[in-house]
């Protein structure tokens, strides 16, 4: 599976933004699709993932603020960021795995997209 990430930007503070995860080589509808971010000096963090079923499930600190969707038919994964912070400011990956039990472990994720800069300002 390759991964294109797109739609990051420079954004103010309470702005929205729509990450997009194009694939190519395999149909994502049959995997799990996580975003992670990592700022800088920080480590990976987990923010939302999405089933085979539609299934989803989000970080606390994104849950009510970010929608995490995908399209089949267009083979592309979806993150939908609202009411932005400066502390969302990262870099944001979109990745595919299999195992959904273990959604938030980035490791466990196969493949990988190159990522896209998000910056909220104040």
């Known amino acids: 599976v390759q991964l294109q990430a797109s739609g990051g930007g420079l954004v103010q503070a309470g702005g929205s933004l729509r990450l997009s995860c194009a694939a190519s080589g395999r149909e994502i509808g049959s995997y799990v699709t996580g975003w992670f971010r990592q700022a800088p000096g920080k480590e990976r963090e987990f923010m939302a993932a999405i089933n085979w079923g539609g299934g989803t499930d989000y970080a606390d600190s994104v849950k009510g603020r970010f929608t995490i969707s995908r399209d089949n038919a267009k083979n592309t994964a979806y993150l939908q960021m609202n009411s932005l912070k400066p502390e969302d400011t990262a870099v944001y990956y979109c990745?595919?795995?299999?195992?959904?039990?273990?959604?938030?472990?980035?490791?466990?994720?196969?493949?990988w997209g190159q990522g896209t800069q998000v910056t909220v300002s104040s």
């Open positions: 990745a595919v795995g299999r195992i959904w039990l273990r959604r938030k472990d980035g490791d466990l994720y196969g493949y």
